[in-house]
């Protein structure tokens, strides 16, 4: 059975940090790329990160560049997103996604809420 458990999220002041974590099983993880989305009431999901599953290259939305990190631990089948000077509109569930061809799988979410 394929599961991502993301964790991590919570209640933090602007400027401050967290780091999210999406454990992986049920799945080769590590040939798989992985993402993570976030959204907002109302809105679509969007891309806020991305890491290859070989080259470890990365990729992030313009809005989370220099604040925000995403890394993968392929021994521990996991995927992190540490995320600095947090601002409030970085409000949102954020979701981890694994990809691979036309394999693709989500996790349940887990909000993040910036404020003071």
């Known amino acids: 059975q394929v599961q991502l458990v993301e964790s991590g999220g919570g209640l933090v002041q602007p400027g401050g940090s967290l780091r999210l974590s999406c454990a992986a099983s049920?799945?080769?993880?590590?040939?798989?790329?992985m993402r993570w989305y976030r959204q907002t009431p109302g809105e679509e999901r969007a891309l806020v990160a991305a890491?290859?599953?070989?080259?470890?290259?990365?990729t992030y939305a313009d809005s989370v560049k220099g604040r925000f990190t995403i890394s993968r631990d392929n021994a521990k089948n996991t995927v992190f997103l540490q995320m600095n000077s947090l601002k409030p509109e970085d409000t949102a569930v954020y979701y981890c996604?694994?990809?691979?061809?036309?394999?693709?799988?989500w996790g349940q979410g887990t909000q993040v809420t910036v404020s003071s």
């Open positions: 996604y694994a990809i691979k061809e036309l394999n693709s799988y």
């Open positions: 049920g799945f080769t993880f590590s040939t798989y790329g």
């Open positions: 890491i290859d599953r070989t080259t470890y290259y990365t």
